[in-house]
């Protein structure tokens, strides 16, 4: 590949709005190129505002790119629920940057490539910390049980009480965003359930993960509080790494910046692996005014 002359195929390069990209062929393409699920066209369908693909001709090279409109102007984002966008295909143009910025004025995207953000993978020489260790013990001396199976609007129903006192900013939508993401990714037949009940039988929560190809990914959870407290959700997310380890797949934290979710995935062998953000500003003075002033009305 390094020595073939790109110019032709960036020629052929363009922009193919949501309503007319050939989705067959670019999951076909995320599929050959073993891409992440966030680039599927279910994944975005589900969680961004608005997307597209910048893309050759023959499907055979692009990226997706999710975007929001305020005041007419464009701007790449990375949904919530989301982590990154990659290039899928010939080796990444140098010039990418440059070119999207002739289509969206502004960027806060975040790509595989190398940079100062991070997520946690299961580091397979690792040992569970002495916190962790703890708490799975207190879950199972507590006799909570685990459950594979189906309980997904109970776990919806939960994240949805659970979620919001803990993320302030989070929304309706995004709420909504999730519920139809999880419809969509159990449909295409990736999406892993693990429920756990009480000594009684009773629900106490769940969490969801993505089952697609060599990896497993920890999508959202939620459990009542006191069993967060007992260590439930330390003995669920422990019992579904096991499992992904016997299968011989990566287990994939989803992962944060945020010191304490940084924390619970190191103490059950998380490990940091670095990914990076595309940021630009080229909108006009007026509009970076009227945005700051609406954040500020917001909040």
Not at 152 to 165: D, S
Not at 198 to 221: C, S
Not at 250 to 257: L, Q, T
Request: proline fraction near 3%; include cysteine; hydrophobic fraction near 40%.
């Amino acid at each position: 590949m390094k020595n073939i002359n790109l110019l032709p195929f960036l020629n052929r390069m363009k922009i193919i709005e949501r309503k007319d990209i050939d989705v067959v062929k670019w999951d076909q393409l995320v599929d050959r190129e073993n891409g992440m699920i966030f680039s599927c066209s279910i994944y975005l369908d589900s969680i961004a505002e608005n997307w597209c693909i910048y893309v050759n001709e023959e499907y055979t090279s692009g990226i997706s790119l999710p975007y929001v409109v305020r005041l007419n102007k464009k701007k790449l984002y990375t949904p919530i629920f989301s982590r990154t966008t990659e290039w899928l295909g010939f080796d990444c143009p140098k010039n990418l940057e440059k070119v999207l910025s002739e289509w969206f004025p502004m960027a806060s995207i975040a790509t595989r490539q190398m940079g100062d953000m991070i997520y946690q993978e299961f580091d397979p020489n690792s040992e569970l910390k002495t916190q962790a260790k703890r708490m799975i013990k207190k879950a199972e001396k507590a006799g909570y049980i685990l459950k594979n199976g189906k309980d997904t609007e109970l776990i919806l129903k939960t994240i949805q009480v659970e979620l919001p006192k803990k993320v302030k900013s989070i929304r309706s939508g995004s709420l909504l965003a999730l519920s139809e993401l999880v419809k969509s990714l159990d449909k295409k037949g990736v999406l892993l359930v693990k429920s756990v009940y009480d000594a009684q039988d009773r629900f106490k929560g769940g969490l969801f993960f993505i089952e697609y190809k060599d990896r497993v990914i920890y999508l959202k959870g939620g459990f009542e509080e006191q069993a967060k407290k007992d260590g439930a959700m330390y003995l669920a997310m422990h019992n579904e790494i096991l499992e992904t380890v016997s299968k011989g797949k990566v287990f994939d934290f989803g992962g944060s910046r945020v010191q304490g979710v940084r924390n619970f995935n190191q103490n059950l062998g998380g490990r940091d692996v670095h990914y990076a953000m595309l940021n630009w500003n080229n909108s006009p003075a007026w509009y970076k005014v009227a945005h700051k002033m609406a954040k500020m009305m917001k909040g």
